[in-house]
């Protein structure tokens, strides 16, 4: 069967399929992962074949459009301004989803963003498509939508989401008219669309471990969590700086935020250097997309360092709390020190304190050095968190949540017309 997994947008948005896509060839099946042109070597590092999707999301990430957004950090505007930003590029990228499921497909896996726009390509081609999305986006009565409210009871965690879909289907109305358009099908709002899927019990698989987040009981039928989609890594050789530095002392705190890409790069290294020495500990600081640099005595900048290798030898991580890198975390057992910035993010930051992982929660905006200290103080010294995080970890070595679309693969090629 020929599988095309359509991934859209960061590093965290496309790494998961990687890995979801080296065990779906293990399991005998041609697959393809349409993505960013800038993620062709992560792609085919998995022995997988790239289709170039339009767009350069480190670019997007770093425009004043994203960083006003991240300025928004939680709640409905930030969430609308999410989506304004989704909606600005979304009509290129539809013709270039149309392109990629145009190339010897028959079945589509859309991730959470590519379900945007997406789900029309595959019904317009005729394509079976499921979800395999990575985070927990359908309305439940159990927690709030993921645009960082808080906990606002049954009624209101349900209400406020099924209102976010129904305020995203404005915003995206004139790109998902385009794509339908393009492709012979009737108009159709995003709203429209989500009900018809329900009433449909179209499938997703989310690549969430149920340990993390259990399956809210008012889900419907085909909704699941079906576990993590781990990365695919190959062979990794450390720079010899690395090794040495880790080699020299007590294992450091590694700080990595990712592809956020804040206004002022130079304010928040200044800020990761104060607390870390307030903190008295050592530190390796991954530039990432933020371009962050710490220079002092017992701190290291790296570039890119696989997750898998480097968290197993640090005392914690200071983090965005992406879904991505909150995976890595708890499957290295590491302590974390969440500090989200927009999104979803405060989401899986509430989780890991619920978890046990983390001492707290900090926010991103207006964080200071020494609450940065205390935290990092509080993660590393208190024994509860890294022995909450190696309990959490040796129940995740066994998930493999690719299993489950494996298994999923031959019902929805069978729906093919």
């Given at each position: 069967?020929?599988v095309l997994?359509?991934?859209?947008?960061?590093?965290?948005d496309?790494a998961?399929?990687?890995?979801l896509?080296?065990?779906?060839?293990?399991a005998?099946?041609e697959?393809?992962?349409a993505?960013?042109?800038?993620?062709a070597?992560?792609v085919?590092?998995?022995?997988?074949e790239?289709r170039?999707?339009?767009?350069?999301p480190?670019?997007?990430?770093?425009?004043?459009?994203?960083?006003r957004?991240?300025r928004?950090?939680?709640?409905?505007?930030?969430?609308a301004?999410m989506?304004r930003l989704l909606a600005?590029?979304?009509?290129?990228?539809g013709?270039g989803?149309?392109?990629?499921?145009?190339?010897?497909t028959?079945v589509?896996?859309?991730s959470?963003?590519?379900?945007?726009?997406?789900?029309d390509v595959?019904?317009g081609?005729?394509?079976?498509?499921?979800?395999?999305f990575?985070?927990?986006?359908?309305?439940?009565?159990?927690?709030?939508p993921?645009?960082?409210?808080?906990d606002?009871?049954?009624?209101?965690?349900w209400l406020a989401?099924?209102?976010?879909?129904?305020?995203?289907?404005?915003i995206?109305?004139?790109?998902?008219?385009?794509?339908?358009?393009?492709?012979?099908l009737?108009p159709?709002?995003?709203?429209?669309?989500?009900?018809?899927?329900?009433r449909?019990?179209w499938p997703v698989?989310?690549g969430?471990s149920?340990?993390?987040?259990?399956?809210?009981?008012?889900?419907?039928?085909?909704?699941?969590?079906?576990?993590y989609?781990?990365?695919?890594?190959?062979?990794?050789?450390?720079?010899?700086?690395l090794?040495?530095?880790?080699?020299?002392?007590?294992?450091?705190v590694?700080v990595?935020?990712?592809?956020?890409?804040?206004?002022?790069p130079?304010?928040?290294?200044?800020?990761?250097?104060?607390?870390?020495r307030?903190?008295?500990?050592?530190?390796v600081v991954q530039?990432?997309?933020?371009e962050?640099?710490?220079r002092e005595e017992?701190?290291l900048?790296?570039?890119?360092?696989?997750?898998?290798?480097?968290l197993p030898?640090?005392a914690a991580l200071?983090?965005?709390?992406g879904a991505?890198?909150t995976?890595?975390a708890?499957r290295?057992g590491?302590?974390?020190?969440p500090?989200?910035?927009?999104?979803d993010q405060?989401f899986?930051?509430?989780?890991?304190?619920?978890?046990?992982v983390?001492?707290?929660?900090?926010e991103?905006?207006?964080?200071?050095?020494d609450a940065?200290a205390?935290?990092?103080?509080?993660?590393?010294?208190?024994?509860?968190?890294r022995?909450a995080?190696?309990?959490?970890?040796?129940?995740?070595?066994?998930e493999d949540?690719?299993?489950e679309?494996?298994r999923?693969?031959?019902?929805l090629?069978?729906?093919?017309p």
């Amino acid at each position: 069967m020929h599988v095309l997994i359509m991934a859209v947008g960061s590093t965290g948005d496309v790494a998961p399929y990687t890995g979801l896509g080296a065990r779906l060839r293990q399991a005998g099946h041609e697959v393809a992962i349409a993505a960013a042109a800038s993620f062709a070597g992560m792609v085919t590092a998995a022995e997988l074949e790239h289709r170039v999707l339009p767009g350069d999301p480190r670019a997007a990430q770093q425009s004043e459009a994203n960083r006003r957004w991240q300025r928004r950090g939680r709640g409905v505007r930030s969430g609308a301004e999410m989506t304004r930003l989704l909606a600005r590029h979304m009509r290129e990228l539809g013709d270039g989803m149309i392109a990629a499921a145009e190339q010897n497909t028959d079945v589509v896996l859309l991730s959470g963003p590519a379900y945007l726009g997406g789900a029309d390509v595959a019904e317009g081609l005729g394509l079976p498509s499921a979800g395999v999305f990575a985070a927990p986006a359908h309305p439940t009565r159990e927690f709030p939508p993921l645009i960082g409210l808080p906990d606002l009871g049954p009624t209101g965690n349900w209400l406020a989401g099924r209102a976010v879909f129904a305020g995203m289907s404005p915003i995206l109305a004139p790109a998902i008219r385009h794509i339908r358009s393009t492709l012979g099908l009737a108009p159709r709002s995003f709203r429209r669309a989500v009900r018809a899927h329900d009433r449909a019990r179209w499938p997703v698989r989310y690549g969430v471990s149920p340990l993390v987040v259990p399956r809210p009981h008012d889900w419907r039928p085909g909704l699941e969590m079906a576990g993590y989609f781990w990365p695919h890594h190959g062979a990794w050789t450390p720079p010899t700086t690395l090794r040495e530095f880790l080699d020299a002392g007590p294992p450091p705190v590694a700080v990595s935020f990712g592809s956020m890409a804040p206004r002022d790069p130079q304010l928040w290294s200044a800020l990761i250097a104060d607390a870390l020495r307030h903190a008295g500990l050592r530190g390796v600081v991954q530039a990432g997309w933020a371009e962050l640099e710490v220079r002092e005595e017992h701190v290291l900048t790296v570039g890119d360092v696989p997750h898998t290798w480097l968290l197993p030898r640090v005392a914690a991580l200071v983090h965005h709390s992406g879904a991505g890198t909150t995976a890595a975390a708890l499957r290295a057992g590491v302590p974390t020190v969440p500090v989200p910035i927009a999104a979803d993010q405060h989401f899986w930051a509430a989780r890991q304190v619920a978890l046990g992982v983390a001492p707290a929660r900090l926010e991103g905006k207006g964080l200071t050095a020494d609450a940065l200290a205390a935290a990092i103080r509080a993660a590393v010294g208190d024994p509860e968190h890294r022995l909450a995080a190696g309990r959490l970890a040796a129940r995740l070595e066994g998930e493999d949540g690719a299993t489950e679309v494996v298994r999923l693969l031959p019902e929805l090629a069978s729906t093919r017309p």
